[in-house]
């Protein structure tokens, strides 16, 4: 029955574009022989057709049109003029009858013809559209599949609607369409596996606030095995912008994370077996220096100590990638205690010594400022940025140092007169491994690591540092510091 009613309903044959000649040909014969059939041998009667007929075969050509298109409405047109023809030739209309039968007619076939054309046309429009929509459909659906991340859109119910294969394999299960999120990370509600965080997933935030979520990191179990996702999500929104669902990219970083975990304990193994010589060399090269400078012997002397500057930068390098590769695995501890910001800044100065001797380092008299920190870590980011201040700035140049008292914090700003900071490299400076000009300082290149330590240090001391600089026209490094309380 439902087969049959689907052969018949053109509403179901909409976007199929295999156009039937006989469907409409034997149509709309059949309702002729039958009106024939009706007339003759039910009624008796071979007048009996009247105008009824007329909506009969108008329902039929519309019909045939919608179904099968211009050539359906025009074959079912054909058969209908030819059957009033034949009507008026069988019946022997005569005279005026037959001249109002011919016009009849004629009037008829005009529209019969109109109907079948608009119709029919109509028909074709509505099916190129559907299957322009199906193949647009196909391609999206293959690019959909073939990501090599995972996708996964759920409606503004939080329920599945589609998901790609790729995020099957990702999790190791196949995502059920129709699922109904929970709280949490969807892909642990449907693995069933325990997620690292009891965050909310990007794709259920993105619902909630209608915003993107981007780069979110999380862990998950697959077959016992830990896996690392990055996260994002994005909404959908209609034209009102109104959230109708959201879409989230799944990548699993697994391999990434590993190799990261690999680099950072490769760097941090390698750097702790250079500390240990370097640490010798740097004791014989003190004491060959002293033997020297005791024997007289100038020429001598100034070789070892050059050799001892070198080793001083190399040990600075080493201890740099150590604090790196302590911040990365969050093994950078702090002992706190109270000291006076002021008395240290001074003393780091004092300490750069010779290096320092090459400018003009100013410290504005400054308050005492006591703080609960770190000392040696304090002392290690002031070194930093006053030696940045050194290495970026002209020879017999000034430094300025300021200690700022403020509510609750210390301020302290180191400015210089050197080459200065484009703005938009203002945040990226205090990234790991970032340097701005690769090549500009020869004398003393470092590897971008100095800011980032600093930055960790201060922040993890619940102060903020920035950098105030136009390219050009110096810098000046700030950073606060909570003031100890009484
Ligand atoms: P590096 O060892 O390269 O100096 P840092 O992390 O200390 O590493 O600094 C990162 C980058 O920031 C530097 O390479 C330099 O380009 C820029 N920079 C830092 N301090 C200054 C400064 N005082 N003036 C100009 N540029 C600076």
Known sequence: MKRIFNFLSPIKHLGDKNYSIVFPLLGTLSAVIILEFYAYIILGEPEAITTSAIFIFISLIIYFSFREGRRGGFIASII???????????????????????????ILAIIYFFLAAVIGWLKEVI??????????????????????????????????????????EIIGVKVPIGFQLGEGLIVSSISNGKPSTSDDDPLLQSLKTGKVVSNREFTITKNDHLVHLQVSAAPIKDRHNQTLAAASIISDITEQKNLEIRKDDFVNMASHELK?????LKLYTEVMHRRLTKKNDKQLADIIKRAQDQLNRLQKLVDDLLDVSRIQTGKLTYTKERFNLSELVNET????????????????????????????????????????AIKYSPSNSEIRIQLIKNDSHALVRITDQGIGIPKEEHDKIFERLYQVFKTADKKSPGFGMGLFISKEIIERHKGKIWVESKLNE?????????????
């Open 80 to 106: 209908t003029i030819s059957y009033y023809l034949y009507i008026i030739a069988s019946r022997e209309y005569q005279g005026e009858r037959f001249v109002r039968g011919i016009e009849t007619t004629v």
């Open 127 to 168: 099916d190129k559209l559907i299957e322009r929509e199906a193949n647009e459909k196909k391609r999206l659906e293959t690019i959909f599949q073939q990501l090599p991340v995972g996708v996964v859109i759920a409606d503004k119910n939080r329920k599945i609607v589609q998901a790609n294969n790729r995020l099957n």
């Open 276 to 280: 240990t010589p370097l640490t010798s």
């Open 349 to 388: 100065v004092e300490v750069l010594g010779e290096t320092a001797n090459s400018h003009n380092i100013i410290i504005e008299k400054t308050p005492n400022l006591q703080v609960h920190a770190d000392r040696f870590r304090i002392y290690q980011v002031v070194t930093n940025l006053i030696t940045n």
């Open 474 to 486: 110096g810098s000046t490094f700030c950073f606060t510091l909570p003031l100890a309380k009484r």
